[in-house]
């Protein structure tokens, strides 16, 4: 995948989204699961305009757990994460991690 996004801005728009949801399945694979932090964000290009199907969907703490930024994470979150299932994983997730202010 690294080497495809070297040649980026040359490749036909096909074999862009060809390789965006490609990308998407090795992420959400077991062999994607320990794809560190920093790569995922340089090679966001390939992800962040395909949309996940339902079954590619990222569990919350993978999604909260890269160690992006507050803002980072809620548009990640927003795009990948299912956010209309059981949320109690995704509130433990985002409290954990201080996105949000824990209940007063």
């Known amino acids: 995948f690294e080497l ?9 728009d096909a074999v862009k989204a060809w390789l965006s949801v490609s990308f998407v399945r090795v992420w959400q694979s077991p062999a994607g699961a320990g794809l560190p932090g920093p790569l995922l ?32 994470t809620f548009d990640l979150l927003d ?9 109690t994983a995704l509130v433990g997730e985002l409290l ?7 209940d007063e």
């Open 4 to 12: 495809a996004f070297t040649f980026w801005d040359k490749l036909e």
């Open 41 to 72: 964000f340089r090679l966001k290009e390939l992800w962040q305009h395909t949309p996940p199907t339902a079954k590619q969907r990222l569990p919350p703490a993978r999604a909260c757990g890269l160690g992006r930024s507050k803002e980072e």
């Open 79 to 87: 795009s990948h994460v299912d956010l209309n299932g059981d949320t």
């Open 96 to 102: 954990s991690r201080g996105f949000l202010p824990p």
